[in-house]
């Protein structure tokens, strides 16, 4: 059974950061792809970035480059987001899922986590 569990959110003030996790069962990094989507009350939900522990490889939205980094650890079977110089408009509900393609876009995700909370402070 493949399960997603997200933690690491939490209030910070603008300018911080944070780390999020997403451990995952039910398979291996190397066998699915991973992204991180985040959902702001009254938006759409929209991926962040996606990786593939198969071969390493990542890409992250262009709203996020520079400030957030996604990596793996294939023996704890876990995907990391590191989250720096946060910004208000970075709150939201931040979710992982498995995805079938490595693809921002969460109509291709198949399995979701419960989410974790962001929220960043002016």
């Known amino acids: 059974q493949v399960q997603l569990v997200e933690s690491g959110g939490g209030l910070v003030q603008s300018g911080g950061s944070l780390r999020l996790s997403c451990a995952v069962s039910?398979?291996?990094?190397?066998?699915?792809?991973v992204g991180w989507f985040r959902q702001a009350p009254g938006k759409e939900r929209e991926g962040v970035s996606w990786f593939w522990g198969s071969d390493g490889s990542s890409d992250y939205a262009d709203s996020v480059k520079g400030r957030f980094t996604i990596s793996g650890d294939n023996v704890k079977n876990t995907v990391y987001l590191q989250i720096n110089s946060l910004k208000p408009e970075d709150t939201a509900v931040y979710y992982c899922a498995t995805l079938r393609y490595r693809t921002l876009n969460p109509d291709f995700a198949t399995y979701w986590g419960q989410g974790t909370q962001v929220t960043v402070s002016a």
């Open positions: 039910g398979f291996t990094l190397d066998y699915y792809a």
